[in-house]
């Protein structure tokens, strides 16, 4: 039986967030990636320029042994669709992971599957994360049994190399690694609030859709 | 007017050498982002299981600001479609910057656009990129002219965030690491041929598509 790892698509999800930890986990042995909705067909981005192609309905998709949650702004929507959620909880039952990225993790939260957990998200909405019930942590990935929640966007891609470890064995995550270059040189050194300049991070949380709730 | 830039899609490119750049170049001022094809609809992906749409045919659009070749196996098949190679050429003629991820770099060489350049691939493709008349550095991203070139799959990022600060200046560029979170912490050190077991080097080495051509 190939693992079958199900990428959940919403309207306005953010697409590195989804195809980061993709181009990790599609290369564990063995694997077979759905890209899921609540309908087939392409699902938009959160600039309304790029689409994902969602092949399986979430209706066909009962038992995948990995779920991954991506965020962008069309999680809000989703907090309050409640078929969403029940998929959320029922995969859940059989998962033997159940991942998110960025405000994914919210959606998890919601579904009440990180209450009393360690878990993260996106720096702007860990205090939503707190506020839904789990316990946020500012580790960029964090694993508490088989959850394993990301920070922001780019994050994915740790947490989907550090899933490939975790399963398959350091060698082939190390392999995978290798076979994507992943020997990230980021030219500035502003990816988290603790190391942007303080007017920035005061900036975006005046601004943050997560902010007077 | 905006700042367009068109992302090419072919059958079987690798879908983080796309979607890598594309989340930090789609935060430029005033971007607009075309995801272009010789057809519009869903291009499938190397390992054929995700599919990006293309909206605009290589016909439509004529004039982007910044071009994007992703690279990937299907790069192969259009080192021999002339009418994709007359698209570069023709592009690259009023484009300010002309740029590759991963074997991409192989398509802009075999158009002609990369003759006695400094550029960069896929580190298994090295040799086939000097071949087609480029000089390979080993760096991450190199930039010579309005030519910016980045190494294997998830280098695009670095590229990407590279080209924001050319075009809109560092302030911005850290704001956008900072909203993308772009502080990555791989859980391995194994992302380049210097740095990853040299049984590993030699094992994808020896079953490289680059070899005995």
Not at 101 to 112: M, N, P, Q
Request: overall charge negative; some cysteine.
């Amino acid at each position: 039986m190939p693992t079958q790892i199900a990428v959940l698509l919403f309207d306005r999800f953010t697409a590195l967030d989804a195809v980061g930890p993709y181009e990790m986990l599609c290369r564990l042995p063995d694997a077979e990636v759905v890209f899921v909705a609540e309908q087939t067909g392409p699902v938009r981005n959160d600039r309304d320029e790029l689409s994902l192609v969602a092949t399986r309905t979430v209706g066909e998709v009962t038992a995948p042994d990995i779920v991954l949650v991506p965020g962008g702004p069309g999680q809000d929507a989703q907090m309050r669709n409640g078929s969403l959620l029940d998929w959320l909880r029922a995969v859940d039952v059989t998962s033997t992971w159940t991942t998110s990225v960025c405000t994914g993790s919210l959606l998890l939260a919601a579904a009440g599957l990180l209450k009393g957990r360690e878990a993260t998200s996106h720096w702007l909405a860990l205090e939503e994360l707190e506020r839904l019930g789990a316990r946020p942590t500012g580790r960029r990935v964090v694993t508490d049994g088989k959850y394993v929640t990301a920070a922001g966007v780019s994050s994915g891609i740790d947490m989907g190399l550090t899933l490939v470890g975790r399963l398959a064995g350091d060698e082939h995550a190390r392999a995978v690694q290798l076979l994507t270059e992943y020997n990230p040189q980021p030219p500035y050194d502003a990816g988290s609030p603790l190391k942007a300049p303080a007017h920035l991070v005061d900036e975006f949380r005046a601004k943050s859709r997560f902010v007077l709730r």
